[in-house]
């Protein structure tokens, strides 16, 4: 065949399905090397976390973080390709590492361990810090309503004692603890935090600490997690416990407990209270769900699953926090009102109105708006990764 | 000195530190060699761009994705990591494959172009169609309007007419395209579909068709994006721009106009509608919204930041989107009735009501609340990835 001669349309197309089958080929064999690659990183990262336990380094150090990221992308600008895609790839690693190193924790135990009671410590939350204070090396007790009457000695002995009980129990279980060391730190892990943190100054006149954490049981570890704290008594008395509670990864968020409750009126119950009334609203009307999905694109998808979640969850502990609240009903009143204010709006076609509320509260927001768009778009090309 | 003498604390010590240094060093080596593979195989999938473009195969084909996602979990197996890493690192790295194989389309042209005009085509949407239009090689003329008055003969010679202009003159738009060609593709993308579908079959006789994008101009590419379809006129004389659809990337839903309105009453006007009473709610109560963000854990700085993006868009958007349905003003009625059948049960403190109502709730979602939850776990754990 003379080269020169134009090669027909179908030749093209049997050269460009040949590449097509190799370029494959070679794609396969990159995955595979990056299989490798990443195995081999998790067994670096699995040494360091023994090292980290035997150092007594925290799991989770933000400023290491970062100059790893800001490495990273550095090297992903030299070769031409996305910093932000290299910065997902070792942010999906790193989680997977902080989980490695939070098991391997346990190969090693601390000097300084104190005797810590769990009440309510086979509940799903109150598990999670046993397993924690375990894998430091702390000698953890469970108390649960059976063991009531047989431990008083115990409580007594105990250094630590931590109320993870259900919301509605909390004040009674704090009642009976009026035997403790008068050195024994007394935290409880209770969603709200003003009546259980009076409570707690009531029946012990020792160190007091109140603590919401900000997250559910479902969560493998404490790296990155938010909790709360809320002094009580003795700060320089619990601060041990603070320390050990950064050494598991979590970040501290410190507020007095009526601010505490007067935000989680917002952030919790209004926001729990009008999630549930839209998976009402969704039922009575009685959509098609499976029409609607499909309909869907990431963000309504998202806005969807984010309410049917919630009712796979515990009823019991959504209307603990939602009517323990002491602001619960003002907050929702309030908000009904304004809906019924936009709603006036809708029904005269007043869209000049609408338009002035929602550059109102655009402005209120200032530059967050933008922040949290930017931040939800990022996280929605995630969720569009995972949909096929 | 003697090997088998124990060594003691302070030694031990500064071995851990010395590894320590060490094995970072090795982690910070395995990095780069990552980082080579990412941008070799991002050099691949280059190439497959060209080659699919010049086999005219889609950009997304998700059986290709779901068998390389199945090797890939299969190498991690073998090399003993977590299968769930593995998927999320390459489904990442495959993102950015799909926006590169996207630019790279532009190289190569079809064959079977059509005269294409698209009214609005300088509008946020209507020019990402314009630039899709362009990459697959279709001569595209845009119409804004500016143009209206010299755009006749163009309209008259155009295969395809897109309306790409607000809700709110769609329809006068709509009503002065009385002489296009009676083989000409009419096509809209506004997002109620009932009215410009019937007002497209009465100002011409030729083939019509509805669309609805489930997304925001923000989008790079169509890959994995929904669009709702409604068939007006002729469908076989439409089949190759839903083709043509499908080769951008885009998952395609079918369902009739009066349908599409129902279900958008819902999955748009409530929720845009609840989350601008959200925020109004906020800005009202003047909530301290950096406190906020420092109590919130990954799942409440989600529904926060869903909320503060609405107000860093175009209002006229949404207040368009919630004017225009014909369902607005019943559907939000019957949802403000539900929140007070709840309020109701809250102010006379009926737990028991309350949990049956949930409970129904969660037996009408069935086992998609499982599902949800599931889901957006995952998508939460991706979002503490992001937060440092």
């Known amino acids: 065949m003379n080269k020169d001669k134009p090669v027909d349309q179908n030749d093209a197309l049997k050269q460009a399905k040949a590449d097509f089958a190799q370029v494959r080929n070679e794609i396969d064999s ?11 990183r998790q067994q670096l990262t699995a040494k360091v976390g023994v090292l980290k336990a035997t ?3 925290p799991l989770y150090v933000p400023e290491r973080e970062q100059a790893l990221i800001a490495k990273n992308r550095e090297l992903a600008r030299q070769s031409d390709i996305s910093p932000d895609l290299v910065e997902d790839v070792i942010r999906r690693i790193m989680r997977d590492s902080y989980a490695n190193q939070d098991r391997t924790r346990s190969q090693v135990s601390l000097s300084q361990s104190k005797r810590v009671v769990v009440i309510g410590g086979r509940g799903q939350l109150g598990s999670l810090f ?8 702390y000698p953890v007790e469970v108390v649960e ?9 115990l409580l007594s002995k105990a250094e630590m004692v931590m109320v993870a009980v259900p919301i509605r129990i909390t004040n009674s279980v704090i009642k009976k603890l009026t035997k403790l060391n008068k050195d024994c730190l007394l935290v ?3 969603s709200i935090k ?13 160190p007091v600490l109140g603590l919401h954490p900000m997250f559910g049981p479902g969560i493998e570890n404490l790296a990155k997690q938010t909790i709360v704290v809320c002094q009580g008594r003795d700060a320089d008395k619990s601060k041990w416990f603070v320390e050990l509670l950064k050494t598991w990864g979590a970040k501290l968020a410190l507020v007095n407990s009526e601010q505490h409750d007067r935000l989680m009126a917002i952030v919790q119950v209004l926001r729990h209270f009008s999630t549930v009334a839209y998976g009402y609203h969704l039922k009575e009307e009685n959509i098609d769900l499976d029409k609607v999905l499909e309909l869907s694109s990431p963000i309504y998808r998202l806005e969807l699953i984010m309410v049917g979640r919630l009712f796979a969850q515990d009823s019991e502990l959504y209307s603990d926090i939602i009517f323990s609240n002491k602001e619960n009903i003002p907050m929702i009143k309030r908000f009904l009102e304004r809906l019924l204010t936009l709603l006036q709006m809708l029904e005269s076609e007043d869209k000049q109105a609408f338009a002035q509320l929602f550059n109102d ?12 768009l930017q931040e939800s778009n990022l996280l929605l090309a995630k969720a569009s990764d995972i949909r096929t």
Chains 1, 2 share one sequence.
């Open 194 to 206: 003003d009546a259980p943190v009076k409570s707690m100054l009531n029946s012990h006149c020792g």
């Open 130 to 137: 046993v397993r924690l204070f375990k894998q430091s090396g």
């Open 55 to 57: 150092l007594d380094l």
């Open 188 to 190: 409880d892990i209770t």
């Open 361 to 372: 509260v655009s402005h209120w927001f200032g530059e967050h708006s933008d922040e949290f």
């Open 30 to 40: 990159v995955d595979q090397q990056l299989v490798d690659l990443i195995a081999q």
């Open 145 to 153: 309503k059976d063991d009531w009457d047989t431990s008083d000695e």
